[in-house]
């Protein structure tokens, strides 16, 4: 859900961007607002497939009389469901600022791939987690803020995980998600006027600081 809304956000935003409406709408609006508009909207698509999944479980199961709603079937469900939250707001803003720097819709996808990465690693060694039991190696990803959505609920599901842990990395990414707000922040703001030409994030950090 995080990469699929991610990359929705990058999608919009670099439509808005190439199509030039985005000149229109910052002309009533700030890019601050325009940023925080999108990135809600989409919050608020994201979390409504997230109920609609949960209530769908729950009714499933209570159909057939499912043991997955006993014990601690419910606690993944919940934890699950939170770092989808802490997700999207660590990574939200960082797909918008990479639609900002595009010069064509078509570029998009390319744009958005190194912040889908991390995502990736995380979700693909997580089947051999669940069944096999988790390495080093992925313990260390329930630390890093760019791999924790993905490795903490996994390591929660088979019990890998201590409760100060979840805090920890929980903070961590919250920690992150400050920092990476303000600096997609001044990358949209700096790039999404920028068209006609693909926009780099280095030139974008270089002329701030001149």
């Avoid at 791939?113 to 995380?122: E, K, R, T």
């Avoid at 069944?131 to 890093?144: E, K, M, T």
């Avoid at 920690?175 to 990358?187: D, F, P």
Wanted: hydrophobic share 60%.
């Amino acid at each position: 859900m995080i990469s699929f809304y991610g990359m929705a956000i990058t999608q919009s935003v670099g439509e808005e961007k190439t199509s030039r409406v985005v000149e229109v709408m910052l002309a009533t609006v700030r890019s601050t607002q325009l940023l925080t508009g999108k990135v809600i909207g989409f919050a608020g698509l994201a979390f409504a497939q997230m109920v609609v999944l949960g209530a769908t479980f729950v009714a499933c199961g209570l159909a057939v009389g499912s043991h997955a709603l006993r014990g601690s079937a419910g606690v993944v469900v919940l934890i699950g469901a939170l770092w989808l939250v802490l997700g999207y707001a660590l990574y939200c803003s960082a797909f918008a600022a990479a639609g900002a720097m595009i010069s064509r819709q078509a570029d998009a996808a390319n744009a958005a791939l190194p912040l889908l990465i991390p995502l990736i690693v995380a979700y693909s060694l997580a089947n051999a987690v669940l069944f096999g039991g988790a390495s080093s190696f992925y313990h260390v990803l329930a630390f890093i803020p760019w791999t924790a959505p993905v490795a903490v609920p996994t390591l929660f599901a088979i019990g890998a995980i201590a409760a100060w842990q979840i805090i920890l990395s929980a903070l961590l990414c919250v920690i992150a998600t400050i920092v990476t707000a303000r600096l997609a922040g001044i990358v949209y703001q700096r790039s999404v006027m920028q068209a006609g030409t693909r926009v780099k994030l280095r030139q974008v950090l270089r002329a701030g600081a001149r």
